[in-house]
T-cell receptor, first 120, second 113 residues
Framework: GAVVSQHPSRVICKSGTSVKIECRSL??????MFWYRQFPKKSLMLMAT?????????EQGVEKDKFLINHASLTLSTLTVTSAHPEDSSFYIC????????????????FGAGTRLSVL | GENVEQHPSTLSVQEGDSAVIKCTYS??????FPWYKQELGKRPQLIID?????GEKKDQRIAVTLNKTAKHFSLHITETQPEDSAVYFC????????????FGTGTRLTIIP
């Protein structure tokens, strides 16, 4: 199946620093990627939709200046948590949309392994 | 927007028994319903999906049923095994629409040996 790589897997940083998380589709091109936030024992909350070559679309309540998203190529999207504070501590997961497998049209999201961010 | 409800939040079954997880959705335009399994500290993985043009789909011990009229869909796991223990999420979206998945709140399934 399709593979999505997410780095780093864990980040511990001081309050006020910025943290960049990378999401790569390794064996397919993804014009669309998604960024989620997951709180302990909770569901995945969509933060934003990342589109290659255009600006990200943010969900209601998500600060775009706080969570900067750049979809630099068909295989890479980055999420930068700017001036991180303890309340930003969370598990962040990306997914990449694989719209096609061979000649078959699909619409499957493949997830990265997640990044656990701890802001001190 | 779409709203997906999932029940139960926790489920414990004896090894070898069946487990059923149910979801309802609100948007009649939704036509694609994947199920994801997430083990502790790991990524969600797609285990089965169903499109609205079919009522049931089966893959070995896992099956999904869909009732479009009632806006219900369910995951059925038969002959459960310890490795089935995980959190399961249902989701709904419009295929080739905005592509956004709306997830249910998750079900923590525990298989008792």
């Amino acid at each position: 199946g399709a593979v999505v790589s997410q780095h780093p897997s864990r980040v511990i940083c001081k309050s006020g620093t910025s943290v960049k998380i990378e999401c790569r589709s390794l064996d397919f091109q993804a014009t669309t990627m998604f960024w989620y936030r997951q709180f302990p024992k909770k569901s995945l909350m969509l933060m934003a939709t990342s589109n290659e070559g255009s600006k990200a679309t943010y969900e209601q309540g998500v600060e775009k200046d706080k969570f900067l998203i750049n979809h630099a190529s068909l295989t890479l999207s980055t999420l930068t948590v700017t001036s991180a504070h303890p309340e930003d501590s969370s598990f962040y997961i990306c997914s990449a949309l694989n719209g096609r497998e061979g000649f078959v049209a699909k619409n499957i999201q493949y997830f990265g392994a997640g990044t656990r961010l701890s802001v001190l | 927007g779409e709203n997906v409800e999932q029940h139960p939040s926790t489920l414990s079954v004896q090894e070898g028994d069946s487990a059923v997880i149910k979801c309802t959705y609100s948007d009649s335009a939704s036509n694609y319903f994947p199920w994801y399994k997430q083990e502790l500290g790991k990524r969600p993985q797609l285990i089965i999906d169903i499109r609205s043009n079919v009522g049931e789909k089966k893959d070995q011990r896992i099956a999904v049923t869909l009732n479009k009229t009632a806006k219900h869909f369910s995951l059925h796991i038969t002959e459960t095994q310890p490795e089935d223990s995980a959190v399961y999420f249902c989701a709904a979206t419009v295929l080739f629409g905005n592509e956004k998945l709306t997830f249910g709140t998750g079900t923590r399934l525990t298989i008792i040996p």
